[in-house]
């Protein structure tokens, strides 16, 4: 087994430290979040850190590095609009959407450069990705600091949620695999996902005997 | 496709809109937290809200909600020691991982009823599962309240780190289909990992012609 301590960890090189730190959280959610802002137009970023906080209401985060002119682009048009899609990466776009974090000039569409097209659906002032195939429309709700390191947790409600009717089960499982969403390891690394199993909610009367 | 707007979410049942929203913002990390009090003994609860927040320092966040009383132990037991640790769940320990989410009575350790084994490390006062190969000891950092809905941010620094030699690269990528690491879709679908492709950094210059 390979250790690292503490120490150890700040002792790295830099790349080597961000390469481990940012994939030992384990398998992370592929996203691209869309924005558009007045004077600039449209931008469109890759995201890992989307995460579920609550289903009533529907409240996803994300978190926003304190640097990165992609970041505050993306940021800076929300604030704007207080409008934003999240969009999944599917197998068949993964390399288009890795490249909307090139830090291109502020005038540019990320749209236009990395080949993906901007939609608008639902009257919704922010722009869908219409390669994504499971993607949602977000109100603005809130921005929570995080003052340990300067990052802050951005956090909207779901507006409008569209997938295949395919991927999802009269339960209201969502498959993942139907819809080729894929997952991110690290900052470059992508993963395929195969669904292999599931259990019922745990309760301590049907837990099976391990023992 | 199918279409929910927020009106549609709120009015949908209670159990399916669980399913829908948790799963939504796709693949999740699979994590068992470990943790010990002085009165009640070991507690290891499932996660699958770890995020990285920041490699310098090694941060990493998780979400606890506000009711259950699986996730309070772990919490009240961080709260006590200020020590806790992070264990990735894989492919051959799913089914333990996923029952530890029963609410036990807090006598009761889910490493006992789930056929887990307690292990100590480095001298570090939370437990560590042996069964995983990936796994970290946390220092406690920060709590940050999630106002809108009650929820919390639990924020640790990684003390202690350890992964197969196999699993981590010269430059510090760390593949998680080598060590079958899963991810968990919604509350109880489980995917198995297979790394697909790798990109370069990317910048303005190395951009592929998408058009």
């Known amino acids: 087994m390979k250790y690292f301590s503490k ?27 869309g924005t558009k802002s007045k004077k600039n137009g449209s931008n469109l970023a890759v995201f890992s850190s989307v995460v579920h906080l609550g289903s009533s ?11 990165g002119n992609v970041l505050r682009n993306t940021y800076s048009n929300i604030l704007e609009t207080g409008k934003y899609t999240i ?3 599917h197998i068949s776009m993964i390399e288009k959407a ?11 569409s990320e749209f236009k450069m990395c080949g993906l097209t901007e939609s608008y659906l639902h009257s ?4 869908f990705v219409e390669e994504s195939v499971i993607k949602m429309g977000m109100n603005y709700i809130d921005t ?8 802050k947790m951005v956090i909207g409600e779901i507006q409008h949620l569209i997938l295949p009717n395919e991927s999802i089960s009269e ?11 894929i997952g991110v390891g690290g900052l470059n690394n992508y993963y395929e996902l195969n669904k292999t199993v599931e259990f019922p909610f745990a309760r301590p009367s049907n837990i099976p005997d391990f023992n």
């Open 57 to 67: 209401p529907a409240l996803l985060g994300f978190i926003l590095r304190p640097t």
């Open 87 to 89: 969009n999944h990466i």
């Open 124 to 127: 919704f002032e922010a722009p």
């Open 7 to 33: 120490a150890d960890i700040e002792k790295e090189n830099r790349i080597k430290r961000l390469n481990i730190i940012n994939a030992i959280s384990g398998i992370k959610p592929g996203n691209l979040i």
């Open 98 to 108: 890795h490249y909307t974090s090139a830090k291109f000039d502020e005038s540019i």
């Open 144 to 151: 929570i600091p995080i003052p340990v390191n300067g990052t």
């Open 171 to 181: 339960e209201g499982y969502v498959d993942l695999s139907l819809s080729n969403s």
